[in-house]
């Protein structure tokens, strides 16, 4: 079998990259845990044990798109690690929007573990702690819990950035631009939640929800996943090493593609995954009624489906029959069919735009292309 060599590089890069982000992430995270008071800090340990066993995606690209930036400047002996620190507060933001997400979609587990609301709500329950209120809930309290826990990991990202780049000439931009990443990811979490039930609006003609259904669920690819997962760290890590601005706006549109890819194939893994590979919920997408490509189109190109469909989008107890008879659903409607082609036109897009690239050093084009191959080879 042939050896894919742009994957072999982007494995060697992103295996370096993560044995020293890895080892700088769990030092931090041993200051998190020192919290002087003793109630807050079991809540700190929650933060740094989520803080570890990510992929590390983000961080990686942080640090490449720094690479790629200072080898664009002619500068190929270079120290990496001076990228580092980005890339910690981008896991360490991408750690505090998880524990929110985990609210909102009432999950269970994430990285294989159980998640920051869910803990709290155990420790409650072994504990026999009563409810202060009539009107309190365990759950309830766990939630608000969770919300204080995110919002620490995000201003902790942020504190982390302003004080290991203090002397940076370029921090300024570096934290208006990592917090337009904060909003617009906030601003794809508020349609993603709110888009189930808008898209319901009587008032709404049938073509005019069709086009709103399209739209939203590819501004939500863009704000949700393609900003803050694939353009936004390379982006930052491309402002440190002080990219030109047409350099960096070349690379977005690539990576936009990338992105969105990226996302539609986390859509196709969250309702035909194996759960024990993907750490986290299989079929909660379905559970949530997540508006999703799959879902859009059987609402809007085979309706003949949709209601067999709908009896299982949005059911509380999703089964794993029930799963199985979404997976059917999506693939005899040719849903899932169509979604692969989508996925496959953004990748070949990134590819064709790779090649254009003309300040890309040849070695940085080949890790890119691999990252394309990882990204098409995953199952989690």
Not at 242 to 264: F, K, S, T, V, W
Request: aromatic share 10%; charged share 30%; net charge negative.
């Amino acid at each position: 079998m042939r050896k894919d060599k742009n994957l072999e590089a982007f494995r060697q890069f992103y295996g370096e990259t993560f044995a020293r982000l890895e080892k700088k992430t769990k030092a931090y995270n041993k200051t998190l845990k020192k919290d002087d008071n003793p109630i807050i800090r079991p809540f700190m340990e929650d933060l740094a044990d989520l803080n570890e066993g990510g992929k590390m995606l983000r961080g990686m690209l942080v640090v490449f798109g720094y690479q790629i930036a200072r080898h664009a400047r002619g500068a190929f002996d270079i120290d990496l690690s001076v990228s580092d620190e980005l890339a910690q507060t981008f896991e360490m933001f991408q750690t505090g929007v998880l524990i929110h997400d985990d609210i909102i979609d009432n999950a269970a587990q994430r990285r294989g573990k159980i998640t920051v609301h869910r803990r709290y709500e155990h420790r409650l329950d072994v504990r026999d702690i009563r409810m202060v209120s009539g009107i309190e809930k365990p759950q309830e309290i766990a939630k608000s819990v969770g919300i204080c826990v995110g919002d620490i990991g995000i201003y902790n990202a942020n504190k982390l950035l302003a004080d290991s780049y203090e002397t940076e000439p370029a921090l300024g931009r570096l934290i208006s631009y990592f917090d337009d990443i904060v909003i617009q990811t906030i601003r794809g979490e508020l349609l993603d939640v709110v888009l189930p039930y808008e898209i319901q609006d009587p008032g709404i003609g049938e073509d005019e929800r069709a086009k709103l259904l399209e739209k939203s669920i590819y501004d939500i690819y863009f704000l949700k996943t393609a900003g803050y997962s694939v353009i936004g760290p390379l982006h930052l890590g491309m402002i440190l090493g002080g990219a030109e601005a047409n350099e960096m706006a070349a690379l977005d549109r690539c990576a936009r593609d990338i992105g969105i890819a990226y996302q539609i194939m986390d859509d196709i893994l969250g309702v035909f995954a194996d759960p024990e590979i993907l750490g986290k919920d299989v079929g909660s997408d379905v559970a949530e009624y997540k508006q999703t490509i799959l879902y859009m189109y059987v609402r809007t190109m085979k309706p003949e489906y949709a209601e067999e469909l709908l009896q299982y989008y949005g059911k509380k107890h999703v089964t794993s029959k029930d799963i199985e008879q979404v997976q059917r659903i999506f693939e005899e409607s040719g849903a899932l069919a169509y979604a692969q082609s989508v996925l496959a036109d953004h990748f070949d897009s990134a590819e064709r735009k790779i090649s254009r690239m003309k300040f890309m050093d040849a070695e940085d084009k080949k890790i890119l292309r691999g990252f394309i191959s990882y990204c098409k080879g995953r199952r989690k």
